[in-house]
């Protein structure tokens, strides 16, 4: 299967749905397609609350393409790629219905921080959770400030500083970064359905007010991301980070 980013709206509720055959990591382009999507199922008024998901059972979303992250060769190209992250929470941010996350497998870097910027997170068991960054060299830069906003300081350091060390679902839920989180993906899907009905049937108005309530103080987060992104970009480029991606591919 090729990559894709596909949506679907029934009975008022709106299923967003992306894909990667490596994982679900997230190139640049994919990342874009994703934001887009988001964008624009937030201003259609027959989608009364969001379904975040991906395909597959085993991972979420694997963070950044390292295929992609090892072709940058200058500041400009790598701040792109970075940016495309920043895109994606901007626009799970700014989207004016609640955005419900269905994390089904393993999340990691960039996929941490997507389903951060969920307002409401399901999960399973198995749908672990890894700030990987450091480790090859660059940092949850993009990602930190919905990763910080969910689990707080002290969370979000032990993530970053212990970079190759997996948590478990239930450790983020202790954490607030999931709500709930079920032995199954059937279980977990019901307790989806059952949620996603009755925002569908609430006030979109006082859903969209509440969402702005929710969060607020996070309005310079269009300058701040694209300022992380810059910081990424950059130390993307270093021998250290190319080396360190290298070995993580070798590995693959």
Known sequence: MEAFVKSEIKNGIGTITFFHPQSNSMPGTQLRNLAAEIEKMG?????????LKSEGDKTFCAGASFDELISIKDIGTGLKFFTGFALVINAMRKAPKFIIGRIQGKAVGGGVGIASSADYSFATESASIKLSELAVGIGPFVVGPAVERKVGTSAFCQLTINATEWQTAQWAKEKSLYAEVFPTI?????GIDTLAAKLASSNPEAMAMLKKIMWEGTENWD???TERAAMSGKLVLSEFTVNAINKFKQKA
Do not use: G, H, P, Q
């Not at 059937?186 to 019901?190: N, P, T």
């Open 43 to 51: 201003k259609d008024d027959s989608a009364k609350v969001i379904v």
């Open 186 to 190: 059937e279980e977990m899907d019901k």
């Open 223 to 225: 300058t701040l991301l």
